[in-house]
Structures are given as C-alpha cells and as structure tokens.
C-alpha cells in the first residue's frame, strides 16, 4: 500500500513558476513509476509527466521545456517544477504511482490556479 500526499500548489500570475511535490510512504521500496496528472474545469484527467525508477522521463507535448519532472534522494518523492505558466495550466493536479507495475495509487489533488 502507497499513500501520496501533494504539495505546493497556488495562485500564480502568468509566466510564474510553482513547484509541486509529492511524497510516498508505504512500501516504496516497489515504486516503478511515479508521475503527474492534472484535470482541469469539464476536462479528462491528463498525462502531465512521469519518471520511472530507472530515470525515463515523460512529458506531454503541451508542457515539454516548461515543466521538468524529478524525482528526491530518498526515492519517494516526485517534484514538479512549472515554468512560464499560462492560464490553460489551471487544473487540480494528481500524484501518481505504479507499484510493483500492477498497483496505482493517486493522491487526493491539489489545485494550481494561473491567472492575472
């Protein structure tokens, strides 16, 4: 069992930059993959970004070289840092983890707001 608890998110103006974190305890120790997904007002849930153990990073297309996903030393945390945000940006955005490449988990959410 995973818990994942998000971190650092807000209000920022356009062009502005958040960091979001994520933090895993549990058996972390059979973390494969863990990642971001956002869902904003009336939208489907999102790939954002994902890292796997072994250090292939994901992106999509609408986030690549404004976003950079990493990942902590202790290996269970997930950190995102946003840059250069636009108002299309605006969702809550998810934690996510894949365990032993069977189990995912979800965090409860946290909402970033970009807005002038």
């Known amino acids: 069992q995973l818990r994942l608890v998000e971190s650092g998110g807000g209000s920022v103006q356009p062009g502005g930059s958040l960091r979001l974190s994520c933090a895993a305890s549990?058996?972390?120790?059979?973390?494969?993959?863990m990642g971001w997904y956002r869902q904003g007002p009336g939208q489907q849930r999102e790939l954002v970004a994902t890292?796997?153990?072994?250090?292939?990073?994901t992106y999509a297309d609408s986030v690549k070289g404004r976003f950079t996903i990493s990942r902590g030393n202790a290996k269970n945390s997930v950190f995102l840092q946003m840059n250069s945000l636009q108002p299309e940006d605006t969702a809550n955005y998810y934690c996510?983890?894949?365990?032993?490449?069977?189990?995912?988990?979800w965090g409860q959410g946290i909402q970033v707001t970009v807005s002038s």
């Open positions: 996510n983890a894949v365990e032993s490449y069977t189990r995912v988990y």
């Open positions: 549990g058996s972390t120790f059979s973390i494969n993959v």
């Open positions: 890292r796997t153990s072994t250090g292939v990073t």
